[in-house]
């Protein structure tokens, strides 16, 4: 389902797929149930949804490492450091 220019879902299994992208919308359904890599697999995700309570009404998880590892984010990182201490 397409709505507005840049916003793009489907339901997967019991998910839903959000994408900015229907090229990544498209990827993402494809590599459903093909054992590829998947999100599911992440540690990350896993420590994140235990600190959710037993039975959240929703869910939501961004992974912000990338944009931590970035140069804006190390720069970024570096100057709160010093404005904090």
């Given at each position: 389902?397409q709505?507005?220019?840049?916003?793009?879902?489907a339901?997967?299994?019991?998910?839903?797929v959000?994408?900015?992208?229907?090229e990544?919308?498209k990827?993402?359904?494809d590599?459903q149930?093909k054992?590829?890599?998947?999100?599911?697999?992440s540690?990350?995700?896993?420590?994140?949804?235990?600190?959710?309570p037993e039975a959240p009404l929703?869910?939501?998880?961004i992974?912000?490492?990338?944009?931590?590892q970035s140069?804006?984010?190390k720069?970024?990182t570096?100057?709160?450091?010093?404005?904090?201490?």
């Amino acid at each position: 389902m397409q709505i507005g220019k840049n916003f793009f879902a489907a339901v997967a299994g019991t998910a839903l797929v959000i994408s900015n992208k229907k090229e990544v919308l498209k990827l993402a359904l494809d590599m459903q149930g093909k054992g590829g890599k998947s999100l599911a697999n992440s540690a990350a995700l896993a420590e994140a949804a235990r600190a959710l309570p037993e039975a959240p009404l929703a869910k939501l998880w961004i992974n912000l490492e990338p944009a931590h590892q970035s140069l804006v984010g190390k720069l970024y990182t570096r100057h709160r450091a010093k404005f904090l201490s």
